[in-house]
């Protein structure tokens, strides 16, 4: 396993309500990830962080955003959840930049549904 | 456009009927090119990283290929635990710092 859990694992939410999914690793990596999967479409880059209060837009950042502030912890947040974010959600971490050919591991996912 | 196409979509073969996976790439700058395996409902699992043409990994039944343009993903004498979605990944320089998927192909693996 990659010391990497995720929470809830499953959440039904209504349109335009607050979400906020949670991320805690225990490897200690610096690069933490949020990925949405959708059939169709594979795995899809929300956003990422690189340390502590630094964070970047993935592919699909729009009506998402993210905070860390501390190593271990990546938080996801809906700030008005939309019927289009009804996905799998899963973090993922990295010791180094992906990018660079590193290797991203993921943890089990979050369903969320948005009624 | 970089891009990462799997095929097929969908492999169903039987006990033993090896065959091989697909993943072509269009990009310059590979830093890696990575194979995963997914369970349903479950998040997906490291397998494999290719860094240059020519490498192969193997791990039980699995050996992964690459070349210039693509990875092939060789599945010898399967059985139906092997059933799964393989998913590749390639990690380019313009990527940002994560990592770009293709969509999977889903293996099904009957006795």
């Known amino acids: 396993d990659a010391g990497i859990t995720q929470s809830p694992r499953h959440k039904v939410t209504e349109t335009g309500t607050p979400v906020t999914l949670r991320c805690h690793q225990t490897?200690?990596?610096?690069?933490m990830y949020w990925y949405r999967q959708d059939p169709g479409h594979g795995l899809r880059l929300i956003h990422y962080?690189?340390?502590?209060?630094?964070?970047d837009k993935g592919e699909v950042s729009d009506g998402y955003s993210v905070s860390r502030s501390k190593t271990e912890d990546f938080l996801l947040t809906l700030e008005s959840a939309t019927s289009s974010q009804t996905s799998v959600y899963f973090c993922?971490?990295?010791?180094?930049?992906?990018?660079?050919?590193?290797?991203?591991?993921f943890g089990e996912g979050s369903w969320l549904t948005v009624v | 456009e970089d891009q990462v196409t799997q095929s097929p979509e969908a492999l169903r073969l039987q006990e033993g009927e090896s065959s091989s996976l697909n993943c072509s790439y269009t990009v310059s700058g590979l830093r890696g090119l990575f194979w995963y395996r997914q369970d349903p409902g479950k998040g997906p699992e490291f397998l494999f990283t290719l860094y240059s043409a020519g490498e192969e990994k193997e791990k039980e039944r699995l050996k992964a290929t690459l070349t210039k343009k693509e990875s092939f993903l060789h599945i010898t004498a399967p059985k139906p635990e092997d059933s799964a979605t393989y998913l590749c990944?390639?990690?380019?320089?313009?990527?940002?710092?994560?990592?770009?998927f293709g969509k999977g192909t889903t293996l099904s693996v009957s006795s």
């Open positions: 962080s690189y340390g502590v209060k630094d964070t």
């Open positions: 990944a390639a990690a380019f320089n313009q990527a940002g710092t994560a990592l770009i």
């Open positions: 490897e200690n990596h610096r690069y």
């Open positions: 993922a971490i990295s010791e180094s930049k992906g990018s660079s050919g590193n290797t991203i591991y």
